[in-house]
């Protein structure tokens, strides 16, 4: 269930960076065997477009409903984003933090996007992924500006 919550963050994360937005809530949405639906959102501490915390908050939410999960089955997991706003708009917390960790982590993100717009999604991957099969890739439709 981690590797496909990863996929899903490292996808949706990606199209966030793509359109210049940050996000403030993760919501997982999930359904059942039975195919009733639910769904589990979280407020992060201030807007970011950074896959770590999002990745984390979507763990976090999706430990909540494992037992769940477990006893009446999962046919769905989705992540959305919400509380969208453009880059650079974003209110500074305190106590600063790192800035040159921020920074850097991204930078290597910006990469790792870049890489994947020129070459394919599947020419990076994390390596715990590796022997993963990813199955079938619906295709992203480029972001348009009207």
Do not use: K, N
Request: glycine share 6%.
């Amino acid at each position: 269930m981690d590797d496909i919550l990863t996929r899903l963050v490292d996808r949706v994360t990606h199209r966030l960076r793509d359109s210049g937005l940050r996000a403030r809530t993760v919501t997982v949405r999930l359904r059942w065997a039975d195919y009733s639906r639910a769904t589990r959102s979280r407020t992060l501490a201030g807007a970011t477009d950074s896959t770590a915390p999002i990745l984390a908050a979507t763990r976090s939410l999706m430990y909540d409903v494992w037992g769940q999960a477990v006893d009446r089955g999962l046919t769905l997991v989705g992540v959305t984003l919400s509380g969208l706003d453009p880059c650079g708009s974003e209110q500074l917390l305190l106590p600063l933090e790192d800035v040159r960790r921020d920074r850097t982590r991204a930078e290597l993100e910006q990469a790792v996007d870049d890489v994947r717009q020129r070459f394919g999604t599947t020419a990076l991957t994390r390596a715990r992924m590796l022997d993963q099969d990813v199955g079938t890739q619906t295709p992203v439709l480029p972001v348009s500006e009207s």
